[in-house]
């Protein structure tokens, strides 16, 4: 199960769609709003997440209300864990130039525009290196946040449920199997899930702080998401 969930990422895609968008926004641009650049990235990731999801197993059986539960609760959560995972595995730096020659935090991506919280970030990514976190950890933790039959509204809880305890026990026979010299390499990664939902809940809350003030992009997924939560 697990290779067959490694095999159906695309990490060049992701980060070529990435780098896409930053130049064409900025091509023949004097300067750009770098704060509604890094919404429309975000924007951009949202998509490739519903994508991915909408083709996953045990996600894919579910009827679209239930779908949106899920992703609705999950995708800031996601979205925090795939930079990691990008920082670490694909070696995503934490800047770039732009087109136009500004310079474009890529780091703030994945802290969903709030700075202060670039201790807690790299303190997460120690954590994770340290504990060997690979693609396949990576690719189980994301099924785990997007799995949760704890989201309330769920018609159809009971396959979430299932879906959850198989991933779950999948990533807990590989980490016994494939780190023997990190006995406790599970429950340390399961640990790590929370930490991550504290970073995602801030950034979450400062970008429809943002919005609400006029001053994040309207009409979006991103801000779709925003609101969906707040119902």
């Known amino acids: ?9 695309d990490d060049r895609e992701w980060q070529s769609s990435l780098f896409a968008l930053l130049q064409n926004q900025t091509y023949n641009q004097c300067e750009v709003d770098l704060f509604e650049l890094m919404c429309k990235v975000l924007d951009q990731n949202l998509f490739a997440q519903v994508d991915w999801a909408r083709n996953s197993i045990f996600f894919k059986d579910l009827k679209v209300d239930d779908q949106m539960k899920l992703l609705q609760h999950s995708w800031s959560d996601m979205l925090v864990l ?14 770039t130039t732009l087109h136009n ?6 780091l703030c991506l994945g802290l969903l525009g709030v700075p202060s919280l670039a201790d807690l970030f790299n303190d997460l990514s120690k954590k994770l290196q340290d504990l060997k976190f690979d693609l396949s950890d990576y690719v189980c933790m994301k099924f785990l946040m997007l799995l949760n039959h704890e989201v309330r509204g769920l018609v159809n809880k009971k396959h979430v449920q299932e879906g959850h305890e198989q991933v779950q026990r999948a990533l807990m026979d590989y980490s016994m199997n494939c780190y023997p010299a990190l006995p406790d390499k599970f429950n340390k990664l399961l640990a790590v899930l929370p930490e991550i939902h504290v970073v995602a809940s801030r950034g979450e809350d400062h970008l429809y702080h943002k919005h609400c003030n006029g001053g994040a992009p309207t009409q979006t997924l991103l801000m779709e998401m925003l609101h969906a939560k707040r119902k």
């Not at 020659?101 to 890529?106: A, E, I, V």
């Open 1 to 9: 199960m697990i290779r067959d969930f490694v095999q159906a990422l």
């Open 101 to 106: 020659g500004q310079k474009f935090d890529l």
């Open 82 to 95: 795939d930079h990691l995972h990008h920082r670490l595995h694909n070696n995503l730096p934490d800047e």
